[in-house]
């Protein structure tokens, strides 16, 4: 790595641990724990997938969908089950990794990705609008309004506007330092960190979970473990992917999953809350010039120099400043391509976009992803349930040869059974199989149904040019259908 590599690279990662302190101390308060726990877990986890990950560039932290999963149990049972429970997810995702399932990643459609990255934009911009609020929910009064919405906007402008005079340095760094010179300088009152929560902090400190070890303590935390483990992994790998195209490279998925695991265990056992990659901090990284490793190990230990020795500066950064970084992030996070083509691709496709987009906004992402992904299923299951062809060739005298093209499968069946005329057809019938392929249970079950159909009538109906796998099938079943 060449010294400008690297110059971008610490550049880069100390832009985005100036993002990931306010995300994880807002987390960390949703939770209903001490903000040093976030602290602690994006110290922990973005160092740990950092440095034994398998995709370069990306950052991880104690992130808001893993946060908000976990909130009752830590009402109704406290902060050391929270820990046990970090501890469990973690072991849950090692294993995953561990198991090579990262692969699984490549089932989520291009138009559910598209709907969790602008539903993530959209997250991301909404939740700046509560630094514009005060703590009882309420729009500050209108002076300090326009002083935030001022500086925000300056902000923006500054990482908007930087790179077109230099590239050397991050526009969102540049944008941060020096609104926070100019606050000071100018004595402007807004807010700062400072009235989020306090950063000052000791190391972190081994502290195995104190849970009673038994099944119950089991039945308690495995099913948050669980739902942290699927919220954790599904965001890590869509944001995995959204790096790939990024960077024009291709990471280890399995990797991946293996060090968020591991990162998960250690960040439980040290006092840290669960985290996974962190969409809005990864763009900010990539964009600032990040690329390798780097990057992210000194977005990590950053956090960790903030809590011990840089907490006093730190606290007095605006939090206007990094508002206006975070919607810059949103709007570039945004697939605005997405809206040009959503009259241009199949209704399914733009249905999907859309209501991940919603569901995201409004749920979170693992509940998203998830109807994406059904919705996308059960529309292109319907479209080949449609798709099934037929030749017939009655050239030989007593035999009807039928030639079905297609995929027969659940959704296909009933389709199926229309092509044939059991009662009209002459004794001998023959299927050609050649271009016909079964899928599923359902496929095997139609075709039983139609030799019973022909026997009724006193016919015989014979499979023919069958391909290997799917006379495999039939016979593993033990079909009730003759073969040729």
């Known amino acids: 790595m060449s010294l400008t590599d690297i110059r971008r690279n610490v550049l880069a990662g100390l832009t985005s641990s100036f993002a990931l302190v306010p995300e994880c101390i807002a987390f960390a308060l949703v939770a209903q724990v001490n903000p040093l726990m976030g602290l602690y877990g994006a110290f922990i986890i973005c160092t740990l997938t950092a440095l ?23 009402v109704q049972h406290g902060v050391q089950y929270l820990l046990a429970t970090v501890v469990l997810s973690g072991l849950v995702m090692l294993l995953f990794g561990l198991l090579r399932l990262g692969k699984l990643v490549r089932m989520v459609p291009h138009p559910v990705m598209l709907g969790f990255v602008n539903g993530l934009a959209i997250v991301i911009a909404l939740s700046q609008l509560e ?28 990482v908007y506007l930087l790179p077109r005079l230099t590239k050397a340095i991050p526009g969102a760094l540049v944008a941060i330092v020096g609104v926070s010179v100019l606050v000071e300088l100018l004595h402007l009152p ?49 944001t995995f992917n959204l790096t790939d195209e990024i960077t024009e490279t291709r990471g280890q998925p399995n990797r991946e999953c293996v060090a968020l695991g591991l990162a998960n265990v250690i960040s439980g056992l040290f006092g840290g809350m669960g985290g ?10 990539l964009s600032s010039g990040g690329r390798g490793r780097l990057s992210g190990v000194v977005s990590g230990i950053m956090i960790l120099l903030f809590i011990l020795f840089l907490s006093p500066l730190i606290e007095r950064i605006p939090l206007a400043a990094l508002a206006g970084v975070m919607f810059v992030v949103a709007q570039q996070t945004f697939a605005w391509g997405s809206l040009r083509v959503l ?17 995201t906004v ?13 919705i996308a299923a059960l529309a292109f299951a319907w479209q080949h349930s449609r798709e099934i062809t037929c030749e017939v060739d009655d050239s030989i005298d007593g035999l009807r040869t039928y030639t079905p093209r297609g995929t027969l499968f659940f959704a296909s069946t009933t389709h199926f059974q229309a092509l044939f005329d059991p009662q009209n057809d002459p ?15 359902s496929a095997i079950a139609a075709l039983e149904n139609l030799a019973g159909r022909y026997e009724k009538f006193g016919k015989t109906l014979q499979l023919r040019r069958l391909s290997p796998r799917c006379q495999r099938l039939l016979e593993k079943a033990g079909a009730a259908v003759a073969i040729a």
């Open 362 to 374: 409004f749920t979170d992402l693992a509940t998203a992803v998830l109807c994406g992904i059904l």
């Open 343 to 359: 009259g241009k691709v199949p209704l399914n496709d733009a249905l999907v976009v859309i209501a991940v987009t919603i569901i």
């Open 427 to 441: 004794q001998q019938v023959d299927i050609d199989c050649g271009h016909l392929h079964l899928v599923d249970h």
């Open 52 to 74: 034994l990950g398998g995709r370069p560039a990306m950052i991880s932290g104690a992130a808001g969908s893993m946060a908000v999963v976990i909130v009752a149990l830590v």
């Open 190 to 238: 807004t807010r700062t960190l400072a009235d989020m929560a306090t950063i000052a902090g000791n190391l972190p400190s081994f502290h195995w979970p104190s849970v009673p070890l038994d099944l119950a303590t089991l039945k308690i935390i495995a099913p948050y473990a669980m739902l942290m483990a699927m919220v954790g992994l599904l965001e890590t790998l869509l």
């Open 131 to 158: 630094h514009f609020k005060t703590e009882d929910g309420h729009w500050l009064a209108t002076a300090p309004l326009l002083v935030m919405a001022g500086l925000v906007a300056l902000t923006m402008a500054v």
């Open 276 to 285: 996974c990659a962190m969409i809005g901090q990864t763009v900010i990284n």
